[in-house]
């Protein structure tokens, strides 16, 4: 069983920037497929980006075209940490933020079991 906790969210202005963390506590964490989802208030949560290991020591991350040059996903094996930096935030990011975990997730929360409980994003015009 991975556990996943989310953090660093808050209250930023539009054009502002986050950086949030997912830490886990599987050892093996670095070969998980990592993916970042957001719910917004009414909206169905939605697939934001992602980051699988691609071989060696190379990771391929993928995002939705919403955040494609604006969001940068990295991770920290070393500290089982998978981060997602947030930069010129709009209105329209306000959302509660989630991560997750698979052994071979894509793009659709289906194929994550493991779920953070989420940080909330809030971004103010």
């Known amino acids: 069983q991975v556990q996943l906790v989310e953090s660093g969210g808050g209250l930023v202005q539009a054009g502002g920037s986050l950086r949030l963390s997912c830490a886990a506590s599987?050892?093996?964490?670095?070969?998980?497929?990592t993916g970042w989802f957001r719910q917004a208030p009414g909206k169905e949560r939605e697939f934001v980006g992602s980051?699988?290991?691609?071989?060696?020591?190379?990771?391929?991350?993928s995002y939705a075209d919403s955040v494609k040059g604006r969001f940068t996903i990295s991770r920290d094996n070393a500290k089982n940490t998978v981060y997602l930096q947030m930069n010129s935030l709009k209105p329209e990011d306000t959302a509660v933020y989630y991560c997750a975990a698979s052994t071979s997730g894509g793009h659709r929360e289906h194929e994550y079991p493991y779920w953070g409980q989420g940080t909330q994003v809030t971004v103010s015009s």
């Open positions: 980051i699988k290991w691609s071989g060696g020591s190379a990771y391929y991350a």
């Open positions: 599987e050892r093996t964490f670095s070969s998980y497929v």
